[in-house]
């Protein structure tokens, strides 16, 4: 418990200004104790007396206590019970006993190890063995004081007589009266006589009786008690200790009384805090008799004094004005933060400031009002008429009394006013809050639910469900895990968990909530909960689960991997196909470098070309690239890259690979055989093209013959003769034109492909020339619109417009032919339209006409080779354009051809 000192200022002494003061401030007990006047030679010298043992140990062992402490060395003599029955006490007082006790810094003995250590009672060696602990305790222990409490009952064996114990007692106070030195004499009032007891009294300046330490105003000092006195001295004495008794305990009474008005005043309850306030200012101006009291804001930083509240009006004392601190007589409670009195200003220092000069202010009482949360205030009452004496120890102390309350009481408004604000603040989060917050009592009956939550159990309000039984909202495949939860909350665990609830409506929702345990004012202990709808999230989360295994298998099958780079700290992020493409054994990316190393060394200048032009410029690309696989394989990717960009800032680069190994091998296998084909093809074009040349002379032979041989023996041959020559001349003639429209085939593709501005009108003109006779023949009427001048092939050009003009005339109806040509321009191109009032032909068989010798109708019905659309088509073609048409059986037909406006060979 204690120990010795090592630091005196640290702990402070023993002498009357600091011992009597430390009792005064022990919560063990009360009364002001202050010095007797006049009688500064007493020391800390004190009487105990009680009637029972617990009377005593509730003032000797605090006592003991407080000593051990304070670092002094405490001894305990120990009479009127046994040592046991003190120590005991002790450690019921939380002493501990045992360490002071080893340590020294306590002894319990007995009177024959201290009154009677040479066998009876002798004043003289008492003094002495006093003087000896002290000076052993101070000198050799490093303790700070001594203090002694010593039960008395042994005077009452022996030959000890009352007056050798009074002279003993009074000879204490003088002799050790500048030492650290406190004792405390126990007095059974049970047991000693009433003269004893009366002795006791006169021969201690302080009394502690029923825990209160009194100034002892009986006291009678060692040489008035013990020397002569005469009569009239004695009685003059007397008389002044009872007028100054009357006259104290007049005052008490007074005292006592503005205290009990100031205890109903503060304890009303229908009164509100200005009220009391009112009522409390009023009665400081009558205990004080001074006219003015109030409270003012005050801040010597900002040297502020502001006028709060008066009891009445002032001149220059207005709420809400304010003056200079400094010149106030606030100042002086904001210099010591006590209590001030000023009845004398100008002796005091006031002369020429605004408080005395200007207000008039004679007479100032005022205390310093330190708050924790606000602006700090002074208490104060004032006067304009001057106060002859000073204000008394007990208007100070009923003053102090006044302050503390308002100083309570703003302090406790503060409080009040930052917990409501807190408190609405809270309020306003938990019903505003989209998560449910609700409290749950250990049987799981839900206490409190807020706004969000009432929706999220489809509850109407909050009368629908509040004190119901919260187990009932929980699915019931999650009630018995959410009731084990809620035991385990309300028992004092934190903890999270998912489940689902089943609203009032029969709504299903995923839940996750966040619970830890409350304890309430009853002391029972309950879950208060944050509760979020995770419904959407976990259905987020599912189809982002499927998302991305729909995206591996997409990626397994489309064999294309993701990647990304980060631009700052060129790290590289690979989709785990990546790592298959790339035959990569590690589950750790490569860095930038040595990801660009794994390209074939050929192409790693265009990647890393791609990648910095990429992440300087923010443009996408999209490269074809070999790359070497750690297996020694080469196989071509597609490298594509799309940067991010924020404020024209690259932020990162994300792109895909995809495996074109087999679409190369592929491409090249097609190349391959693309060039066997059209190797083929010019061999096919050059056989057409010479089988035609070639033919040509044997037909026009075998017609002439046939011809000649018509002409020479026409008389000679019969009928069928003559018939069988004109079939062979028929088809000779016939045979020549296809192989003239042949030939006519064949030289499109052969062609140089230069083409050159062709005046569409005036190629109609040549091409309606040609057909002059055939027009008239069939009395065909053309209409031309204005047509443009494209690039072309004038010659094939001219090819296709007298081919859809000779159809259009040939397979007429009985009507004469009706023929209009028009033209759109469209974005790209030109289209032409070639329409007609012919037969027609059905819809289905549109697609026959174009192919090479595919005829609809038979020679003797229309005539033709069925290669003049097939050579249409191959002109249009061999432009880059398209042909088709439009037709219904006996509605006529409509041939549509475009040639686009720049040339394409």
């Not at 619109?785 to 859809?804: C, G, H, I, M, R």
Request: net charge negative; charged share 30%.
């Amino acid at each position: 418990m204690s120990q010795p000192a090592e630091d005196n200022d640290q702990r402070g002494s023993v002498r009357l200004e600091s011992g009597l003061k430390a009792l005064r401030q022990s919560p063990a007990f009360r009364g002001p104790g202050d010095p007797p006047e006049d009688h500064d030679h007493a020391n800390d010298h004190l009487a105990l007396l009680y009637e029972d043992s617990d009377d005593q140990f509730a003032a000797a062992i605090p006592f003991i206590r407080q000593g051990l402490e304070r670092g002094e060395q405490c001894l305990y003599v120990a009479d009127d019970n046994s040592r046991d029955e003190v120590l005991a006490a002790m450690r019921a007082y939380d002493i501990d006993v045992d360490t002071a006790l080893e340590s020294g810094a306590l002894s319990v003995l007995t009177p024959a190890e201290t009154y009677r250590r040479t066998g009876e009672f002798d004043r003289d060696t008492m003094l002495e063995f006093w003087e000896d602990s002290l000076e052993e305790a101070k000198a050799d222990e490093g303790y700070t004081g001594l203090r002694a409490a010593a039960e008395m009952t042994w005077a009452l064996e022996g030959d000890t007589s009352s007056d050798e114990l009074a002279e003993y007692e009074g000879v204490l106070n003088p002799l050790y009266q500048d030492e650290d030195y406190t004792v405390l004499c126990q007095y059974n009032s049970e047991r000693f006589s009433a003269e004893v007891i009366h002795d006791v009294i006169k021969t201690h300046p302080h009394l502690i009786i029923n825990n209160t330490v009194s100034q002892n105003f009986y006291y009678t000092p060692p040489e008035q008690f013990f020397d002569s006195e005469d009569p009239e001295t004695k009685v003059n004495r007397m008389t002044q200790t009872l007028q100054e008794h009357t006259a104290a305990k007049t005052e008490l009474q007074e005292h006592r009384e503005y205290l009990r008005e100031l205890y109903e005043v503060s304890a009303r309850s229908d009164l509100s805090f200005e009220e009391k306030l009112r009522e409390i200012i009023e009665l400081g101006c009558d205990r004080f008799d001074l006219e003015y009291g109030g409270l003012a804001r005050i801040d010597p930083e900002t040297d502020l004094f502001e006028i709060e509240t008066i009891n009445r009006e002032h001149e220059h004392l207005i709420p809400g004005k304010q003056y200079p601190l400094s010149e106030t007589y606030c100042q002086l409670v904001t210099d010591d933060g006590k209590t001030a009195t000023v009845t004398d200003p100008a002796s005091r220092g006031f002369e020429g400031k605004l408080c005395y000069e200007q207000f008039g202010v004679q007479t100032y009482l005022g205390t310093h009002l330190e708050l924790d949360s606000d602006t700090d205030r002074t208490f104060f009452f004032l006067s304009n008429e001057p106060r002859e004496e000073s204000f008394s120890a007990a208007e100070r102390t009923f003053h102090h009394l006044m302050g503390q309350w308002v100083q309570y009481e703003l302090d406790r408004q503060q409080r009040e006013r930052e917990l409501r604000e807190r408190t609405e603040h809270l309020q306003a989060l938990i019903e505003t809050t989209p998560d449910c917050i609700k409290t749950v009592g250990p049987d799981g009956t839900l206490l409190q639910m807020n706004t969000a939550g009432l929706e999220m159990v489809e509850a109407e309000s909050a009368s629908d469900v509040i004190g119901e039984s919260v187990y009932d909202l929980i699915a019931p495949e999650d009630r018995q895990r959410f009731r084990e939860f809620n035991e385990r909350i309300c028992q004092g665990e934190s903890g999270t968990l998912k489940f689902d609830i089943i609203g009032l409506d029969g709504t299903r929702r995923q839940m996750e909530t966040h619970a830890a345990p409350l304890s309430r004012p009853d002391e029972t202990t309950v879950q208060v909960a944050l509760t979020r709808d995770i419904t959407d999230q976990v259905e987020r989360k599912r189809e982002l689960e499927r998302a991305l295994d729909l995206l591996e298998k997409t990626e397994h099958i489309a064999d294309v991997g993701g990647w990304e780079i980060e631009p700052d700290t060129k790290e590289v992020f690979w989709t785990d196909h990546i790592f298959e493409l790339l035959e990569v054994d590690t589950d750790e990316e490569p860095p930038l470098d040595e990801a660009l190393a794994m390209y074939h060394e050929e192409d790693q200048p265009i990647v890393e070309g791609a990648v910095e032009e990429a992440l300087d410029s923010g443009d996408p690309f999209d490269v074809e690239t070999r790359i070497r696989t750690e297996n020694g394989d080469v196989r071509w990717l597609r490298l594509q890259g799309v940067p991010e960009t924020v404020d024209d800032e690259v932020i990162s680069l994300r792109g895909a690979a995809h495996d074109i190994t087999e679409h190369k091998e592929r491409e090249h296998q097609l190349e391959e055989l693309i060039g066997k084909l059209e190797a083929s093809n010019d061999r096919l074009k050059q056989f057409a093209y010479a089988a035609s040349h070639d033919l040509q002379e044997p037909l026009r032979m075998v017609s002439s013959y046939l011809q000649l041989l018509e002409n020479e023996y026409r008389n000679d041959l019969d009928a069928d003769a003559q018939e069988y020559i004109d079939f062979a001349v028929d088809g000779a003639d016939r045979m020549r034109a296809m192989v003239n429209d042949l030939l006519a085939f064949s030289r499109v593709e052969q062609t140089d492909g230069e083409f050159e501005p062709v005046d569409c009108n005036r190629l109609l003109e040549q091409v309606t020339d040609n057909l002059q006779l055939k027009i008239e023949e069939n009395d065909a009427d053309i209409s031309v619109k204005s047509l443009p001048t494209v690039w072309a092939d004038s010659e094939q050009l001219e090819q296709v417009f007298s081919n859809l003009l000779s159809n259009a005339i040939k397979y007429s109806d009985d009507e004469p032919p009706e023929i209009e040509i028009t033209v759109e321009e469209q974005a790209n191109q030109w289209k032409f339209a070639v329409a007609d009032n012919g037969i027609g032909i059905d819809p289905a068989k549109t697609d026959q006409i174009f192919e090479v010798f595919k005829r609809l109708h038979h020679d003797n019905e229309y005539p033709g080779t069925g290669i003049g659309l097939a050579l249409c088509q191959e002109i249009v073609e061999n432009h880059a354009g398209e042909i088709w048409m439009d037709s219904e059986p006996g509605e006529g037909s409509t041939f549509f051809f475009t040639i686009p406006k720049q040339a394409t060979a």
